[in-house]
């Protein structure tokens, strides 16, 4: 949800800016603008669309200047225009200030500002923050911001510049993420670690109320009274290449690809002398050992990760496990107590009902954990414990290794509580481990059915197009599955839906027919998780069900599957046999590229779908 940059330094501050927001498109990408100190006066420049169009503007009129910040935009208040763009300015247009996250009491602040005679030229709630910094500017931009920020109320990471004070960018958060890049000659600010990478690896992650000031040659972190806090960087130990598309198309089908490695890197990781590792975990087995419940909140993709871990944890670990969304949990008095392990999980980690839950949690005297993939995330910090993904940077909005990650998180944790509790013999949790790692190797192999573009899931997408048109777009998608595969189907269905605009839903096959069943006629697309397992033959039955009424059906199947010849399903898809508690792993992948490839045929734009945003900083 919006990306800011700020930069002080010797280079040109335009193509930091652009460089920095280039990285953070994932965050927001209606519009994106800069303001740059310019000799001694602030140039402000932005403009709707994508950051090409700054970037042009920009190419044709360039702005000199080693000092300036910069945005890109996901509109939250106020519609996508140039106007309502950031940075925003004060009324003598020498303040400019660029912000992530809502300020909740915009429109009080608005109005006793008006009264004092401020002038407002967009409908954003950021607009009131430069004007509250030149109302109390007096000659101390730092001072200013933090009196400006005691003002506010809701969430913010600002970075501000003023064209009297211009050897510095001040900082500011509250609930959005900034971070701070510690270079030489040359300092940053930023809303995640990819902006900087190109300059720095060091890296100083700022806590809620924290104000700072870089200058060329220094970071002054402060608290909201003025007193230094000291804070080391953090050495960033992955590469830049890592959040580069390296050859594939889009960001998503890279990540898609990275998965068999991802999950093999977490399992070396993790598994060692025949035992579940967690080395950064401040959880001790004791406390794990004591635990009565688990209760699992996220959002979106994470969700269906959490869905998928209660399936392992309950038949595992044998520890009664519940699964909210962040925003239901928080709102609705959930009976947890100490005796709950909540676990928060959250790609970003900064996503803000994830993280509101996770607060709610910690009234409530839980344990929290978080399963987070951005290393100092807020999510990361707040929770009693962390366990990281390690999936490395995910850029497509679309999560895909994050979610086969915190998959893999969820077995281990798994694995870790039934060793911990004795819930599975020692032979079993070898056995276990065995089919996990074997399991990982799988995913390469599948993957490399999928290399060529020319594959049978593209075909596939290629004629449900066809169809689409031939059913004057009518035609969509229906995702089946049982046990541990159900969360898969509505994953399946988000990943469609969020790329390809094209409607989709998931179900568990069973409550079919309790009412989806009426839907089906010749016009939707209906994929049945049929891999084998336990609910195989209801599956089979489920498929004749849809059959008889004239749905197309699409089979997951296992390699080697008999049956399904005779049941007439109109395409198939295989995958390796594996046990089925680890098959979400492998399943997932087709289901995943076939999304990937229905929305590359329909030409959308895979890694910035609309009205998405990768990291949801506001509720
Ligand atoms: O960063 P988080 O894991 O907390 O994000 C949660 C959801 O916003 C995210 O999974 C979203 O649903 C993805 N766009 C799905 O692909």
Known sequence: MCGIVGYIGYRKAQDVILRGLGRLEYRGYDSAGAAILSGKKVKIIKKQGKLKILAAELSDNPIAGTIGIGHTRWATHGVPSDANAHPHSDCAGKIAVVHNGIIENYLDLKRELKKSGHRFISETDTEVIPHLIEKFYKGNLEE????????????????????????????????????????????FLASDVPAILDYTHNVIYLDNHDIVVITKDGVTVKDMSGRIIRKKPSLINWDISQAEKSGYKHFMLKEIFEQGD???????????????RFDELKIKDADFKGIKNISIVACGTAYHAGLTGKYMLEEYAKVPCSVDT????????????????????????ETADSLAALREAKKKGCRVLGI??????????EAHGV??????????????????????????????????????????????????????GLMNDLLSEYKSDYNIIAAYAQEFKKYYHLKHNKSYFLYLARNINYPNALEGALKLKEISYISAEGYPAGEMKHGPIALIDENPWVVCIAAQSKTYDKMLSNIQEIKARGGILIAIVTEGDKEMVHHNVNYTIEIPPVDELFSPLLVVIPLQLMAYYVALEFGHDIDQPRNLAKSVTVE
Do not use: W
């Open 144 to 187: 200013a911001v933090r009196n400006a920020v005691k003002m506010l109320k809701g969430s913010y990471a600002i970075a501000v510049i003023h064209e009297d004070e211009p050897s510095k960018v001040v900082g500011a958060r509250c609930d959005s993420p900034l971070i701070v890049g510690v270079g030489k000659d040359e300092n």
């Open 262 to 276: 991802v999950i093999e890197k977490i399992i070396d990781e993790r598994i060692r002398d025949g035992r579940v």
């Open 326 to 349: 962040s925003s239901e949990f928080r709102y609705r008095n959930p009976i947890v107590n100490r005796d709950t392990l909540v676990i928060i999980v959250s790609q970003s980690g």
């Open 372 to 381: 987070c993939n951005v290393l100092g995330s807020s999510i990361a910090r």
């Open 387 to 440: 366990i990281y993904t390690h999936a490395g940077p995910e850029i497509a909005v679309a999560s895909t290794k994050a979610y086969t990650a915190q998959l893999a998180t969820f077995y281990l944790i798994t694995l870790h509580l039934a060793y911990i509790r004795k819930t599975v013999s020692a032979a079993g949790l070898k056995a276990l481990i065995k089919e996990f790692k074997r399991c990982a």
